[in-house]
């Protein structure tokens, strides 16, 4: 587990540590990131790199090393609505 913490804050003001509940999604998300299938996008690994950056989650460094490799292409590929494969520019 982490040391780092996970807080969401309500409209009223109150705080709930939902750590477990974002480790548990983080999980569930690594496991199911296939990397180089082409499944998952540059774009959605993104958010999932930051989070486990400052989460200090495990296998951080393979979604960087991801990011790194992918940033170097310039661009990753993704399916579009109707079967067809575009093409998208990413800056990291």
Same mark, same amino acid.
């Given at each position: ?15 709930? /540590? ?15 990131? /296939?990397?180089? @299938? ?5 774009? /959605? ?24 490799? @992918? @940033?170097?292409?310039? @661009? ?17």
């Amino acid at each position: 587990m982490s040391v780092a913490r996970a807080f969401a804050r309500a409209e009223d003001g109150t705080e709930t /540590d939902i750590t477990e509940g974002v480790q548990a999604l983080y999980d569930l998300v690594i496991s199911s990131m /296939d990397f180089r @299938s082409g499944f998952w996008t540059v774009e /959605d690994a993104v958010p999932v790199a930051v989070i486990a950056r400052l989460l200090k989650f495990k296998q951080a460094e393979e979604i960087e090393r991801y990011l790194r490799t @992918s @940033s170097t292409t310039g @661009s990753s590929r993704s399916s579009s609505p109707g079967g067809r494969t575009r093409r998208r520019t990413v800056r990291c």
